[in-house]
């Protein structure tokens, strides 16, 4: 079982819509896949509760799995999504539990304020400097032609973890997250440009799955 934690101390930055997609992706390949709410909002919860039974079944952890409970399960992937302000003993407790993880950023100033502290505590774990931890970045809601996009590179240019890839800026997302869905469950006329988008991820992931 391998376990992706998403997480960003920046609230709306992206991390649901991570999470649920990538869960999304996973069962799409026949793999099982469980998400693990570890949200107070609820927001994952709801989603799953909302996702349609003929979709590509996703199963749910309750708040504090652990490792060694989540493994008992058998699952493949295990997909945890963390609260706005995530930071100190609750961080490092999730940090524990992950071998991935995935840090949404959208294009402000406020955001990447955040985001850069944030990237400061991950870089001081032990877990991160020895490499145990494969940490990706994710533009979320980029839209490629506007100057904080490029400020966006450039912030993240100075960083050591990868950016993997930007995700445009749609109502695909908003629409997915309203009805229970992922761009991974939609018809290739609705997806292709995301899926186009979404391959570095998921080339992450494939070389981090074992
Ligand atoms: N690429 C995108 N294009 C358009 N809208 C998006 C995109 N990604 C996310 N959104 C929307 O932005 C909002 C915030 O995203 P999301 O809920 O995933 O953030 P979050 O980090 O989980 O927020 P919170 O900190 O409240 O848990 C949601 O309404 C979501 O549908
Ligand atoms: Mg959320």
Known sequence: MRTILVANIKGGSGKTTLATN?????????????????????STTQWLARRPALFPKIGIFPV???????????IDW??????????????????????????PLSPSAFDMEATQ???DTIMERKA???QKLAVGIVA??????TRSAAELDEFLYGFDFPLLTHLRDTQVYVQCARDGLTVFDLPPSRGTQDWEQWKPILHWLSTNAS
């Not at 407790?93 to 995935?102: R, T």
């Open 140 to 145: 979320m809601r980029v839209d490629a032609r």
């Open 117 to 119: 502290l944030f990237l």
């Open 64 to 74: 504090g799995t652990s490792k060694k409970e989540a493994r008992e399960q058998n």
């Open 128 to 130: 991160v400097r020895a």
């Open 78 to 103: 295990r997909v945890i999504d963390s609260p706005a302000g995530i930071h100190g003993d609750t961080l490092r407790a999730l940090i524990k539990q992950a071998d991935l993880l995935l840090v």
């Open 22 to 42: 990538i869960a999304g992706w996973v069962a799409g390949r026949r793999r099982s896949v469980a998400l693990q709410d570890e949200d107070p909002q609820g």
